[in-house]
């Protein structure tokens, strides 16, 4: 992981020109909390002004959930390794995912088991100052400009279908049984799974693009993850306090605790 240092005068609030050198601020933080074993994997790869960031959670309950989530973050970086010279974000981004899933499926084949490892994915690929990305299942990223969400992904699952019909507020997401249950990941079955990519957005200054795991976002409100991720602090600062707090708010029972950040410079 490598850290950039911010700039600390005022904003501009205008896109970073491209081809100009950039020092992106990135952060990365994983904690067990009350697991026996840490199930999730999370990557940062800067190169020439360009990020690939990527979170997968392995799906508790199926052996190799570990195996799983470290297959697709290696896949995805090897496709960005082999690509990145001549990239279409949204190819890309679908491509990668595939290959990665198809990947996972193949480690049946390894294990020998009855049960198929399964993995969630996030993927932001940061590049000419704009950011675009991926995922599958309930890993989310959050793009937050100015203290808001201005966009985050939609979790596959049952509950967030409800929620967004009107049928469940946060707080009763959080606390609903069947919250840990999605319904799309890689792994599993050889069908492809449902693959949701963004539209492309521009960076401003102080924007920042955060991918985690359930057992980091579901203690918190989209708006209390925005506030904290929004200050002026080191990011991997903010990061860790968190991270630490998703844990303590969640104990006995915290899941894995895992995610990244990149904060655009000014």
């Known amino acids: 992981m490598q850290n950039g240092k911010l ?47 990527l979170v997968a959670d392995g799906m508790g309950g199926h052996v190799g959930g570990d195996i799983a989530a470290e297959t697709a973050v290696e896949a995805l970086a090897q496709a960005y390794q082999e690509q990145a010279s001549q990239l279409d974000p949204a190819e890309f981004l679908r491509s990668s995912i595939i290959a990665a899933h198809r990947a996972v499926v193949d480690l049946r084949n390894e294990l020998e088991s009855e049960l198929r490892p399964r993995t969630t994915i996030t993927a932001a690929l940061i590049t000419a100052g704009m950011v ?5 299942g309930d890993s989310r990223v959050y793009f937050i400009r100015d203290r808001e969400v201005i966009e985050r992904t939609r979790d596959h699952s049952a509950v967030e279908i409800l929620a967004q019909q009107g049928l469940l507020d946060d707080n009763e997401l959080a606390m609903h049984p069947l919250r840990n249950f999605v319904d799309q990941c890689l792994g599993g079955d050889p069908e492809l799974p449902t693959i949701d990519i963004s539209d492309p957005h ?21 708006t209390q993850l925005a506030r904290a ?27 894995n605790v895992t995610a990244v950040a990149l904060r655009w410079p000014g």
């Open 229 to 255: 991720m929004g200050e002026q602090l080191e990011l991997q600062a903010s990061l860790e306090a968190l991270a630490l707090e998703a844990e303590l708010r969640a104990t006995p029972v915290s899941d």
């Open 202 to 222: 521009p960076l401003l200054a102080g924007d920042v693009v955060l991918l985690c795991t359930d057992g980091f976002w579901s203690p918190f409100t989209d």
């Open 7 to 53: 700039n600390t005068q005022p904003a501009d609030r205008q896109p970073v020109r491209q081809g100009l050198t950039v020092k992106i601020e990135t952060a990365q933080v994983s904690r067990l909390g009350n697991r026996v074993e840490n199930q999730d994997r999370a990557r940062i790869i800067l190169q020439d002004g360009r990020a690939l960031l």
């Open 132 to 136: 675009r990305w991926a995922h599958v």
